[in-house]
């Protein structure tokens, strides 16, 4: 496991094969003996799982079942992929790509900047019901592009930012190749099927996680439905009244592309994000994997608390009460009943305190904090 507080990245989001090797020593001794499975080692602390927590360790081994063609779960705070499937796999993504339609449009528009609609934007089925000559404002075909996705709208705003739909796809691509999207490739701004138009579930997530952190694109995609100069929209992703926690993000559907939802969930006990590509039943696919983030996984912050518990003397008899900063850890849910902490501390030549608040998980040592002092009584005269 990792130290991984909010907005870390390259954590480790499964076990190393040394901890697999030990799980499988500690179910050889559950078949054996009384008592609850025990690691031995040479460690003080060895690790001592019961049968529940072995089972969930199993669970998260084995992962949901998904039959999507690719998919992925991702803890937004930390950006760890916690399970995939085929996450590296180039497959169309359907209006999906609207989401990099939006970010590049944004570059050039203001959201308040008014727009004549091209006769070329109005194509495909999926419509936000513009009229060749209406007067739009980039705020409301942003709603038009990501709510009932419409493709009219994602024109609109590409023709309108970069002068033509090939002009804007350029920029697509360069987006792409500078977020190092490796397996993407746009061949338009809507999402329409064409040749060589692909993502993958890895890099769908990570373009997600920068749509996200767009606060106006943030606050479309979390909107269920609005009417907004005169258009009456309707989000097509349906979890955003289906799941607890829901704020996005978009769905996709083509002949080529299947079913695709890229969905985002924060519940208050962790922050997820998933992709499915070519699902039988995103809708019912999402929501699994949903619960198994959230069955198996949480933040949890450790600190130094302020309690009789942390103070200490000095040797000059001075009295410290000992506190450190947070500490969000993200752990699977079996692992933090076997978490222990210790404090280090020391004192130099003048008595002045050091310290470090150590967090272990068995034989891993998961992170060091820094200790502060704050003293509450002065030296005793001597």
């Known amino acids: 496991m990792y130290d991984a507080p909010a907005g870390a990245s390259n954590s480790r989001s499964r076990f190393s094969d040394r901890w697999w090797a030990f799980l499988v020593v500690l179910m050889a001794l559950s078949c054996v003996g009384a008592g609850p499975p025990q690691l031995r080692s040479g460690?003080?602390?060895?690790?001592?799982?019961?049968?529940?927590?072995?089972?969930?360790?199993?669970?998260?081994?084995?992962?949901?079942?998904?039959?999507?063609?690719?998919?992925?779960?991702?803890?937004?705070?930390?950006?760890?992929?916690?399970?995939?499937?085929?996450?590296?796999?180039?497959?169309?993504m359907a209006s999906t790509t609207k989401l990099m339609t939006a970010l590049v449009a944004l570059e050039s528009l203001s959201p308040d900047?008014?727009?004549?609609?091209?006769?070329?934007?109005?194509?495909?089925?999926?419509?936000?019901?513009?009229?060749?000559?209406?007067?739009?404002?980039?705020?409301?075909?942003l709603y038009g592009a990501l709510l009932p996705s419409g493709n009219d709208a994602a024109m609109t705003l590409a023709i309108a930012a970069a002068g033509s739909?090939?002009?804007?796809?350029?920029?697509?691509?360069?987006?792409?190749?500078?977020?190092?999207?490796?397996?993407?490739?746009?061949?338009?701004?809507?999402?329409?099927?064409?040749?060589?138009?692909?993502?993958?579930?890895?890099?769908l997530s990570a373009l997600t996680r920068r749509a996200l952190d767009n606060t106006i694109i943030s606050e479309v995609v979390s909107t269920p439905q609005?009417?907004?100069?005169?258009?009456?929209?309707?989000?097509?992703?349906?979890?955003?009244?289906a799941y607890d926690g829901a704020y996005g993000v978009k769905t996709g559907t083509t002949d080529e592309a299947g079913q695709v939802l890229?969905?985002?969930v924060d519940n208050g006990h962790g922050d997820a994000l998933t992709v499915v590509l070519n699902s039988p039943d995103r809708f019912a696919e999402t929501p699994r994997m949903l619960d198994f983030y959230f069955d198996n996984w949480q933040w949890l912050d450790?600190?130094?608390?302020?309690?009789?518990?942390?103070?200490?003397?000095?040797?000059?008899?001075?009295?410290?009460?000992?506190?450190?900063?947070?500490r969000p850890l993200f752990l699977q849910h079996w692992q933090v009943d076997q978490l222990r902490t210790s404090r280090a501390i020391s004192f130099d030549a003048n008595n002045e305190p050091a310290g470090l608040y150590q967090i272990w998980l068995g034989e891993e040592?998961?992170?060091?904090?820094?200790?502060?002092?704050?003293?509450?009584?002065?030296a005793q005269d001597r």
Request: proline share 6%; aromatic share 4%.
């Open 43 to 92: 460690h003080t602390h060895p690790l001592r799982l019961t049968q529940g927590q072995i089972d969930s360790i199993m669970i998260v081994k084995a992962g949901p079942e998904i039959n999507a063609s690719a998919a992925a779960i991702v803890d937004r705070a930390s950006d760890a992929m916690l399970w995939s499937k085929n996450a590296e796999l180039a497959l169309p």
């Open 113 to 141: 900047d008014v727009i004549t609609v091209p006769a070329a934007a109005i194509i495909g089925n999926a419509s936000m019901g513009l009229t060749a000559g209406d007067q739009v404002s980039v705020r409301a075909l």
């Open 165 to 203: 739909e090939a002009a804007f796809v350029e920029r697509m691509n360069q987006r792409a190749a500078e977020w190092g999207l490796q397996k993407t490739h746009f061949v338009n701004p809507h999402g329409l099927d064409a040749p060589d138009h692909v993502s993958s579930a890895r890099d």
């Open 262 to 264: 890229i969905a985002a």
């Open 302 to 326: 450790l600190k130094l608390r302020q309690n009789a518990l942390n103070k200490i003397t000095a040797p000059d008899g001075s009295m410290y009460t000992l506190y450190s900063a947070s």
């Open 365 to 378: 040592k998961l992170t060091d904090v820094p200790i502060q002092f704050k003293r509450v009584r002065p």
């Open 226 to 241: 609005i009417t907004i100069e005169g258009y009456p929209l309707t989000n097509t992703n349906l979890l955003l009244n």
